[in-house]
T-cell receptor
């Protein structure tokens, strides 16, 4: 257990529905990252927060995706009008600011879109 | 462009043998590299990292080697155990804000 928690662990939804995932990072970490991982692939970067500010978004983050970190602690990732191609593991990681970027990952939320 | 990849998708070793997992990267400006272990159904777990000003770093039973000349990274696991069975990813700390760029992964299987 790295100290990063994610909820839910699994989500099955029908195409077109909206889903929201939550990530609770390690409490003293000010950096929070969202990644997506499909079967057999490495995680792909989606977006990054430093405190409450969203500082970077990948091209993978279409306009159906939105992420927030309102108080600089937990974060949510929402996917609107889900598509079957959104099926993946959504991973959250956190790190502290510094020269090293040792990111601690949560267990992930596995999304299945039917 | 930036890319991180692995030479072998699968590796099978006998328990007690040493394992070597390789990784190639293409961004010569990258200055930070990390190895992660991912077990089925879990998130990636940090193993060891290395900065570009080093060519070797050792941890408990693991050693990471960095060859900047050929842009190659390797992870050596000594006395491999069944609990080492997992998918191993190398990652490159190449993003402007520290996001990691992962390769595809190598699946390590340890035979008893």
């Amino acid at each position: 257990d790295t100290g990063v928690s994610q909820d839910p662990r699994h989500k099955i939804t029908k195409r077109g529905q909206n889903v929201t995932f939550r990530c609770d990072p390690i409490s003293e970490h000010n950096r929070l990252y969202w990644y997506r991982q499909t079967l057999g692939q490495g995680p792909e970067f989606l977006t990054y927060f430093q405190n409450e500010a969203q500082l970077e978004k990948s091209r993978l983050l279409s306009d159906r995706f939105s992420a927030e970190r309102p108080k600089g602690s937990f974060s949510t990732l929402e996917i609107q009008r889900t598509e079957q191609g959104d099926s993946a593991m959504y991973l959250c990681a956190s790190s502290s600011q510094g020269a090293r970027n040792e990111q601690f990952f949560g267990p992930g939320t596995r999304l299945t879109v039917l | 462009g930036e890319s991180v990849g692995l030479h072998l998708p699968t590796l099978s070793v006998q328990e007690g043998d040493n394992s070597i997992i390789n990784c190639a990267y293409s961004n010569s400006a990258s200055d930070y590299f990390i190895w992660y272990k991912q077990e089925s159904g879990k998130g990636p777990q940090f193993i060891i990292d290395i900065r570009s000003n080093m060519d070797k770093r050792q941890g408990q039973r693991v050693t990471v080697l960095l060859n900047k000349t050929v842009k190659h990274l390797s992870l050596q696991i000594a006395a491999t155990q069944p609990g080492d069975s997992a998918v191993y990813f190398c990652a490159e700390g190449g993003g402007s804000q520290g996001n990691l760029i992962f390769g595809k992964g190598t699946k390590l299987s340890v035979k008893p």
